[in-house]
């Protein structure tokens, strides 16, 4: 059994797709398995990150999974809390964090369908982020616009009429 945390989201449920479509036992984790649609055959549980026990009951009994985190400094304490969760959880063994290697990466892009030129640059931007090229966050955009940068869901909601007239 795999646990697909994130299985709603865009890369959660094409993993959880592909694990179904070749017969994996899979575990969707979402906050409301209500309205969470999945293929046939996927068990579909609730889980919260800000909700440990919940947590750990979506992973009891599972042997792998795979963790979707969300990106973004309002979402640290919950990927730290998604990674405590999968430490303390019924895995029955500490959770083994280790890096793909590139070639390995590379050779597996390649295998599901991806071009050369994607894998290349999908790996040429990793290797920027683990160089630490993202790591200093500037000024620049304070600078320049003479205000702080705002948030993309500040902009969804200056722009929902707009979103609203084009549907
Ligand atoms: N998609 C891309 O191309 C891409 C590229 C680079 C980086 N990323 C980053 O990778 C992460 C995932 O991307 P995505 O596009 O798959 O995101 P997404 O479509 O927005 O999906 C987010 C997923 O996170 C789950 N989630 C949110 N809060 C949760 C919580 N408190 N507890 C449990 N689950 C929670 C949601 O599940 P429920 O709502 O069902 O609970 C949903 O399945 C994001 O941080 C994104 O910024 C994405």
């Known amino acids: 059994m795999i646990v697909i945390t994130g299985a709603t989201g865009t890369i959660g449920s094409e993993v959880v797709r592909l694990l179904a479509a070749r017969g994996v036992p ?20 609730r889980g919260d990150y800000t909700d440990t026990a919940s947590m750990a009951a979506a992973f009891a009994g599972a042997e792998a999974a795979f963790l979707v985190g969300l990106l973004g400094p309002e979402f640290i304490e919950l990927d730290q809390a998604l990674v ?29 369908g991806m071009s050369a030129e994607f894998a290349d640059g999908s790996l040429a931007g990793q290797a920027y982020v683990r160089a630490g090229r993202n790591a200093v966050v500037t000024g620049d955009v304070r600078q320049v616009l003479g205000r702080p940068a705002r948030t993309y869901a500040d902009w969804v909601r200056d722009h929902l009429a707009l979103f609203a007239q084009q549907s």
């Open 84 to 112: 405590a969760a999968a430490l303390a959880a019924a895995l029955g063994r500490p959770l083994e964090v280790f890096d793909v290697p590139e070639d390995l990466a590379r050779e597996h892009m390649l295998a599901a």
């Open 26 to 45: 899979v575990r969707a984790v979402t906050r409301d398995p209500e309205r969470a649609r999945m293929p046939a055959g996927v068990e579909v549980v």
